[in-house]
């Protein structure tokens, strides 16, 4: 079970803009912006499980690691479950009004599963991100 995920981005402004923009339809929201040696932005959803009621579990950090690669994660696909079709379609709204680039727009994607509602943006680092409901309507 994951429990979050870091990217690296060329851009932190940039990365914030969007990603509050982009996550808004999702539940999330910005939870930590700071330095941890560079800095650092967290995103996180309502879980009441959680001491303080919400969970970070995506992180962007701004420019390249003390330890080595490159200076931004691209090409990665990052998909977050959406509990509505109407907040695929407003992730995606949000995330191309934020700078996004189209790679497949809101609708079912039946060679998934019959009930595959999808949503495909191209975040500025060129990483693949997502929006999926797997429900009937």
Not at 57 to 70: K, R
Request: hydrophobic share 40%.
């Amino acid at each position: 079970m994951l429990d979050h995920m870091t990217f690296r981005v060329a851009d932190i402004a940039r990365a914030k803009a969007f990603y509050s923009a982009a996550l808004e339809p999702l539940g999330y929201s910005l939870c930590f912006e700071g330095q941890y040696g560079s800095n650092i932005l967290g995103f996180a959803y309502p879980d009441p499980t959680e001491p303080d009621g919400k969970k970070a579990d995506v992180w962007f950090i701004d420019g390249p690691s003390p330890y080595g690669g490159p200076a931004a994660t691209s090409g990665c696909h990052l998909a977050w479950r959406a509990a509505t079709r109407a907040a695929v379609d407003a992730f995606y709204a949000a995330a191309m009004a934020a700078g996004g680039k189209d790679n497949g727009p809101p609708g079912l994607r039946p060679n998934y599963h019959p009930n595959y509602y999808g949503a495909f943006v191209l975040d500025p680092e060129g990483n693949n991100i997502e929006a999926v409901c797997h429900l009937p309507e």
